[in-house]
């Protein structure tokens, strides 16, 4: 399994970098890093964006949902009403999870091409590209690709803090007010819901600020990068469903 995906998913993305630094940034591994993480990303927006999508339509259904399980105590309606619903919305509680599973092998590759350190590996390069013999890997003129940056794992934490406050935004007073009762208790559904949102707001950061900053400055600077383009692109997607133009 390993072996199948090494030559599918990491070597095709390992050699891509390869050729970034051989053609396109002139030696510099910091650049490469940005431009292959950019490549990869564009690749994969297709599929991103189906999820994102369909993350924020399923926060707009939230509730609708509770209001049909208050309307409809059987359950064979509930299903009804929710299937009916989602149908209004164009969407299904699985097709956002299905989107995330499928990008997952490449996300991984792309990020243990920059774990497994800076060094050249010859077996790994496809016979029709060059080994790169000239490898410029201090980034800027300030920050060493190859070794640890808190300056970089700092800015890792806060882009996926920002990432993760835009998929979970925080609901205001108001909102809450209008669509349950404050006097009903959350279910344990919904209070596993809140937790998580919290997790992935505050917990994941701090998480990978740590181990950015325990890797190296190639890894932290693949999740700047990461993250901004994942940023930029809930951003967009966000303003064009507010005008219902997707």
Known sequence: MSGLWNTIFYQPIYNILILAINNLTFGDVGFAIILVTIIVKLAL?????????????????????KQIKKDFPNKEEQAKKTFELYKKYGTNPFSGCLVVLLQLPVIF???????????IDPSKIYSFISTPTNLHTNFLGLIEMGQRSMILAFFAGLTQFIQGYLATPIKSKLEIVGQVDLN??????EQLSDSMQMNVRYIL??????????????????????????????????????????
């Open 45 to 65: 927006s297709p599929l991103t964006r189906k999820s994102i999508k369909s993350q924020i339509l399923m926060k707009r259904m939230e509730p609708e949902i």
């Open 205 to 246: 950061p701090i998480f990978i600020t740590f181990i950015a900053w325990q890797i190296s400055a190639a890894v932290a600077l693949y999740w700047i990068t990461s993250n901004t383009f994942t940023i930029v692109q809930e951003w967009y997607i966000r303003k064009q469903l507010a005008k219902n133009a997707i």
């Open 109 to 119: 590759a792309l990020y243990f091409v920059f774990y497994r350190g800076l060094a």
């Open 184 to 189: 009903t208790p959350k279910t344990f559904q």
